[in-house]
């Protein structure tokens, strides 16, 4: 199954909105509260002091992620330093995507940027899995200079989801700053999907970027990460203990 | 949230030690419910280490030290680093096998009980007040050369109110600010190392006679043997940063290897500049007229190789070293309060973190407090050895740890780095450590026995109850 990492700053009121839960019934979600400290204070100073309160908070919102039809499970983390934090966890947990909360309500049209370094089939492959068998219209977005390349790519991307009986509509900017014209085409959907930029999580997700387009596209944005060398070889030892489990068998 | 019964015992106000099991990775602390991310690289921990010493032994010490026991006062330092690296070596076993946040107390309250606690939690919270108000007056003594050398001639008055100014800033700065200044502080200790190392390396050279003219031969040790030791327990303050890496244990990562690494290299490498600033000094201008230049000799050594711009850089080099010092013992002072006071050894109130700026504004208040009336004494050398003093007691009683804990062995006790030569070297430690208070001046051994037997008079009303050892989480 698939696993989306959802960081929110549990202890200044970050939450989700009603839509997302709906929008990841189909993903095992995780949902990553963490609270940045100063360097004065050491985390297991606040661990004692807020840890009640935000274990609460969490199991409320891993509760609703339950009730709208997904898995879900939650940590809490007392750190310096976000980025390290939601990294180690996204390894860890080997989240296959992130989500930046925004305000969305039901989810009926998703944008998907088959920008940024990730390979567009597996992003295709994601939102495949992320829509399933529901009445989620897909748009295929592609910035590129290259037209006549970005149209070839675009369609075999879209024809990979027509397949599966996705509504797909196809939108190509050439020439264009490729972030102004993802923006510009946020408007007339729910939520945006779209592939991290490299090196890491921490350019795109924390970067300007993701910030902007989640800011001005309002709903919540789902950034797909590479999958990590660590992550694979996780996946690969569950693989590998399930295997020696069923010979034990 | 910890329950009363299961870990040891009650204070006067019924407060029981919070004690839950953790598991250790070398990233993070998972507790039942929660993680706590380790976020403090080699770099950082080094840059604590070395950040908090550095400040003292080049900038305020040499020309106090060189008056007291001429040349040999490069000896003393070198006395003082090695007795630090004997303590260093067992601290970092302790360490990590209890890579929590307390440092030297955390690991005599769980080897030695709760007395021995109580006594070094809090004398460590007063030996790290004292070692703070040494160095904002150090710091006051700069500002004031910083402006004479700007062309405004204040004269030494103002030394004090400088210091309380700059104190106050640090206090409140710390309360209030929640800007992660952890990359400055790197910054600041890789700036004054590149600036110590050129500034050494030539002096260094022209010392020995390799660039330059000839400096006068001397006798080393002018006065004897005697005052050589008793200038090595004055100057120990310069050696007080290593021990305070380990308060910030349970944020460092990979403790196993960087804990170590961190103590004993901070060590090293503050000692190796310590003798040799010493060495510069006092080939520079004889160890008499170096004493009379006071707390800020070193501006009149810079003058004395590189012009007005070697007084500059020395000046500008002391007055951040100061203050990176200042500032990582106030964060160290408030992580010891926070030690105590989550074992039930200090009201519960005082970790206390404020909503406003999530910073721990009490414990920062209750170093901050007595840190300035202690500035406003300006007696800098009584400073410096009563923190010498108790810090010399924790450091003494931690090789005594080390030596009960390795021989109960205990399940839980599973050090990462053993100290090498054992049992000599933590039966070194604490025999010198012991030794360097004998060699202080009455007074400060009176203050510091005050403040021992003040302790453990606090422990016997408020937390007699409350037992400690072994009580690992």
């Known amino acids: 199954?698939?696993?989306?990492?959802?960081?929110?700053?549990?202890?200044?009121?970050?939450?989700?909105?009603?839509?997302?839960?709906?929008?990841?019934?189909?993903?095992?979600?995780?949902?990553?509260?963490?609270?940045?400290?100063?360097?004065?204070?050491?985390?297991?100073?606040?661990?004692?002091?807020?840890?009640?309160?935000?274990?609460?908070?969490?199991?409320?919102?891993?509760?609703?992620?339950?009730?709208?039809?997904?898995?879900?499970?939650?940590?809490?983390?007392?750190?310096?330093?976000?980025?390290?934090?939601?990294?180690?966890?996204?390894?860890?947990?080997?989240?296959?995507?992130?989500?930046?909360?925004?305000?969305?309500?039901?989810?009926?049209?998703?944008?998907?940027?088959?920008?940024?370094?990730?390979?567009?089939?597996?992003?295709?492959?994601?939102?495949?899995?992320?829509?399933?068998?529901?009445?989620?219209?897909?748009?295929?977005?592609?910035?590129?200079?290259?037209?006549?390349?970005?149209?070839?790519?675009?369609?075999?991307?879209?024809?990979?989801?027509?397949?599966?009986?996705?509504?797909?509509?196809?939108?190509?900017?050439?020439?264009?700053?490729?972030?102004?014209?993802?923006?510009?085409?946020?408007?007339s959907h729910d939520a945006i999907v779209m592939g991290e930029r490299s090196p890491s999580l921490r350019s795109f997700l924390l970067g300007e970027e993701a910030d902007r387009v989640a800011a001005e596209a309002v709903g919540p944005v789902i950034v797909v990460r590479e999958e990590s060398a660590d992550a694979a070889a996780t996946r690969e030892q569950g693989i590998d203990a399930d295997r020696a489990s069923q010979l034990e068998d | 949230m910890s329950d009363p019964s299961s870990a040891g015992g009650t204070n006067v106000e019924g407060e029981s030690p919070r004690v839950e099991p953790t598991i250790e990775t070398a990233d993070v602390t998972i507790t039942d419910d929660a993680e706590l991310e380790r976020t403090l690289g080699l770099a950082g921990a080094l840059a604590i280490g070395i950040g908090t010493m550095i400040g003292a032994g080049i900038f305020v010490f040499p020309g106090l030290a060189a008056g007291r026991a001429g040349p040999a006062a490069a000896g003393s330092f070198a006395i003082g680093a090695f007795v630090a690296l004997l303590v260093a070596l067992p601290a970092s076993e302790l360490a990590t096998a209890m890579p929590k946040s307390g440092g030297g107390y955390y690991y005599i309250s769980r080897g030695l009980g709760t007395l021995p606690g109580a006594v070094v939690g809090l004398s460590l919270w007063f030996g790290l007040v004292f070692a703070t108000a040494f160095y904002l007056v150090g710091f006051g003594y700069y500002a004031v050369d910083t402006l004479a050398e700007l062309g405004v001639s204040m004269g030494d008055g103002l030394v004090i109110p400088l210091a309380l100014l700059f104190g106050a800033g640090v206090t409140v700065l710390n309360v209030t600010g929640t800007e992660n200044a952890a990359k400055l502080q790197n910054g600041i200790v890789a700036l004054l190392l590149s600036i110590l190392i050129v500034f050494l390396g030539y002096g260094g050279l022209d010392a020995l006679g390799i660039v330059g003219e000839p400096s006068a031969p001397q006798q080393f040790a002018p006065f004897g043997p005697m005052p050589v030791l008793t200038t090595a327990a004055l100057v120990f303050t310069s050696y007080l940063g290593f021990a305070q890496v380990a308060t910030v244990a349970g944020e460092i990562r990979d403790p196993g290897r960087n804990l170590p690494l961190a103590m004993v290299g901070s060590v090293l490498v503050v000692g190796v500049l310590y003798v040799a600033a010493i060495f510069v000094a006092t080939s520079a201008f004889g160890s008499e007229r170096l004493s009379t230049f006071g707390e800020t000799a070193m501006v009149e050594v810079g003058r004395h190789y590189f012009g007005s711009a070697g007084a500059v850089a020395i000046v500008f080099g002391g007055l951040l070293a100061t203050m990176s010092s200042a500032n990582a013992s106030v964060l160290s002072t408030s992580r010891a309060i926070y030690a105590v006071s989550k074992d039930a050894l200090l009201p519960r109130h005082a970790s206390h973190i404020n909503l406003r700026y999530g910073t721990p504004h009490v414990a920062l208040g209750m170093a901050g407090g007595?840190?300035?009336?202690?500035?406003?004494?300006?007696?800098?050398?009584?400073?410096?050895?009563?923190?010498?003093?108790?810090?010399?007691?924790?450091?003494?009683?931690?090789?005594?740890?080390?030596?009960?804990?390795?021989?109960?062995?205990?399940?839980?006790?599973?050090?990462?780095?053993?100290?090498?030569?054992?049992?000599?070297?933590?039966?070194?430690?604490?025999?010198?450590?012991?030794?360097?208070?004998?060699?202080?001046?009455?007074?400060?051994?009176l203050i510091g026995v005050g403040i021992m037997l003040a302790t453990a008079g606090w422990y016997a009303y408020y937390g007699r109850d409350v037992t400690l050892k072994g009580v690992v989480e």
Not at chain 2, 371 to 377: D, F, K, Q
Request: negative net charge; hydrophobic residues 50%; proline residues 6%.
């Open chain 2, 370 to 445: 007595p840190i300035l009336a202690l500035v406003a004494t300006g007696r800098v050398e009584l400073l410096a050895e009563v923190a010498s003093f108790l810090h010399l007691v924790t450091y003494g009683l931690l090789c005594v740890a080390l030596l009960a804990l390795r021989r109960a062995d205990p399940s839980w006790y599973d050090p990462d780095f053993r100290v090498p030569g054992y049992p000599v070297v933590p039966i070194l430690g604490a025999l010198a450590s012991f030794a360097l208070i004998g060699f202080m001046q009455r007074t400060s051994q």
């Open chain 1, 1 to 187: 199954m698939t696993r989306v990492l959802v960081p929110l700053a549990i202890l200044e009121g970050e939450s989700v909105s009603t839509g997302l839960p709906t929008l990841l019934a189909t993903m095992d979600v995780t949902v990553l509260g963490y609270h940045v400290l100063p360097e004065q204070t050491p985390p297991d100073q606040a661990r004692l002091q807020y840890e009640d309160r935000a274990t609460a908070a969490l199991t409320d919102l891993a509760e609703a992620f339950e009730a709208a039809g997904g898995s879900a499970d939650h940590r809490l983390v007392f750190t310096h330093d976000r980025e390290r934090t939601v990294d180690r966890v996204a390894d860890e947990v080997a989240a296959d995507a992130y989500a930046v909360t925004g305000a969305t309500g039901s989810v009926d049209r998703l944008l998907v940027a088959l920008t940024g370094n990730i390979a567009g089939d597996r992003i295709t492959a994601f939102v495949a899995e992320l829509v399933g068998d529901r009445e989620i219209g897909v748009t295929l977005f592609l910035a590129t200079d290259d037209e006549p390349g970005g149209r070839e790519s675009i369609a075999a991307a879209a024809d990979s989801l027509a397949e599966r009986g996705i509504d797909v509509e196809t939108t190509l900017a050439v020439d264009e700053p490729p972030l102004e014209a993802l923006v510009e085409a946020a408007p």
